[in-house]
């Protein structure tokens, strides 16, 4: 389970976030700007929050007047809004960057089947399109089993029949890992169809949609 | 035209690949520390690893000498430990190489560094894995036609060291004769075409240096997808 109880001021307003997320499937939709990526980047480690906690599965990522856990020990899988995929290695290299030698690697192979990916592994980030991109991205975030995952806009450069293969491919492997998944999006569509929970964050303030 | 001894080409390109060696690694731990430390003193040193860039060669010169010489602290210090002499000796003239390219290659590598999107360090990070191969897979690597442009800078600037040079290494033929001195020395002497031979060597290699990081940096920036 995943507890979010934090503030962080920014530059035009405090983010202030508190949710509880069992193995369910979160979207988080708003305007540009209010926060949604700095709750996901706070997640993450990348950005610290001023005050309050964020604990999962008895892990304290983040605890006032404590260090905070480092990124590298959180096992966050993290597809960024713009991928952020190594531009100097292969996309088989990216999608097998964090993970160990010797480990099962079936889900990975299985993964860029679904997703349709395997012609690109021996291609190189720039010479594939944005959709490609993402579903590159998206099977990396996923390739090292992580306990967690954070999506920002994960289908904003797919058409609509990739759209589809990603997010039933997505509730899929949620299904079979049950592990806590935030989504950000602006697509109300994408945020009824597979979140259990959907969140609206504006200026940082949230407000769950029932 | 005259066969000339050909011991200063090799002198000089002794010195500037020794100098080079040594200021590719301390610039980048230089750097590293710099972009992501912060304490006390920090602005005083880099100051001072700048300060060559903008004093003339002598005042470095000046320096090294207080320094290395016989008797400073250094000087006294590694010829009563270890035996080794500084002025008057080959590694004079590379450790005045080492000073006045430092700055250059401090300043690429910084620039270089800065240059890498932070997300692909921290999307790294993410997957697990360790600060070291986080610099070593990710940083280093996107860096690198940034660095690879400082080392033949510094290199460049290496080869052409003359004023630092001459105040700690001297004018000793055969021993301490790199280019820029034997350039200099037989201009003196009124020997204009050893000296134009010697210019003509000198920016002879100057060329085949920047034709080569030119074709390097093309071919990295191939290899890591920015063209």
Redesign the interface.
């Known amino acids: 389970m995943l507890t979010v109880d934090f503030q962080k001021t920014l530059e035009h307003f405090e983010l202030a976030v508190q949710f509880r997320l069992e193995d369910e499937i979160m979207a988080l939709v708003g305007s540009s700007g209010s926060g949604k990526t700095t709750l996901l980047n706070c997640i993450?480690?990348?950005d610290q929050p001023d005050r309050g906690e964020i604990i999962l599965n008895s892990r304290d990522f983040y605890k006032e007047g404590k260090k905070p856990m480092?990124?590298?020990?959180?096992?966050?899988?993290?597809l960024?809004q713009?991928y952020?995929l190594?531009?100097?290695?292969s996309v088989e290299e990216n999608i097998l960057?964090?993970t160990s030698r010797g480990s099962d690697l079936s889900h990975v192979t299985e993964l860029t089947d679904i997703l349709g990916i395997r012609r690109l592994l021996p291609k190189?980030?720039?010479?594939i399109s944005g959709g490609e991109k993402q579903r590159v991205a998206l099977t990396?975030a996923l390739a090292?089993k992580p306990d967690i995952l954070l999506l920002d806009e994960p289908f904003s450069a797919l058409d609509d029949d990739n759209t589809r293969r990603c997010q039933d491919e997505l509730v899929r492997i949620h299904e079979r890992w049950k592990i806590p998944v935030i989504f950000v999006t602006h697509r109300k569509a994408d945020a009824e169809r597979l979140a259990d929970r959907v969140v609206r964050i504006e200026k940082g303030h949230m407000t769950e949609q029932l | 035209m005259m066969a000339y001894d050909m011991s200063p080409l090799f002198l000089s390109l002794k010195v500037a690949v020794i100098s080079t060696f040594f200021v590719f690694f301390a610039s980048i731990a230089l750097a590293r520390l710099m972009s992501r430390r912060e304490f006390f003193g920090k602005s005083a040193i880099e100051a001072l690893i700048l300060l060559p860039l903008v004093l003339p060669p002598t005042v470095i010169g000046f320096g090294l000498i207080v320094l290395f010489g016989t008797n400073g602290p250094l000087g006294s210090l590694l010829e009563n430990w270890f035996g080794i002499r500084i002025v008057f000796t080959w590694t004079g003239a590379a450790i005045a190489s080492f000073v006045v390219s430092l700055p250059l290659m401090y300043q690429s590598v910084i620039a270089a560094f800065e240059k890498v999107d932070p997300r692909w360090e921290n999307v790294a990070r993410t997957m697990g894995v360790s600060e070291w191969r986080v610099f070593r897979t990710i940083t280093f690597p996107l860096a690198w036609p940034g660095i690879l442009a400082g080392l033949i800078m510094a290199f460049a600037r290496g080869i052409g060291e003359f004023g630092a040079t001459l105040m700690i290494a001297g004018y000793i033929p055969g021993v301490t004769e790199t280019v820029p001195l034997a350039i200099y020395f037989a201009y003196e002497a009124g020997d204009m075409e050893k000296a134009a031979f010697w210019v003509i060597v000198i920016s002879a290699v100057g060329i085949a240096a920047i034709t080569w990081v030119n074709y390097w940096r093309k071919k990295t920036a191939v290899r890591i997808g920015r063209e």
């Open positions: 993450a480690g990348i480092k990124i590298q020990q959180r096992k966050v899988g993290y960024f713009d952020a190594f531009p100097h290695i960057y964090g190189y980030p720039h010479q990396r090292a």
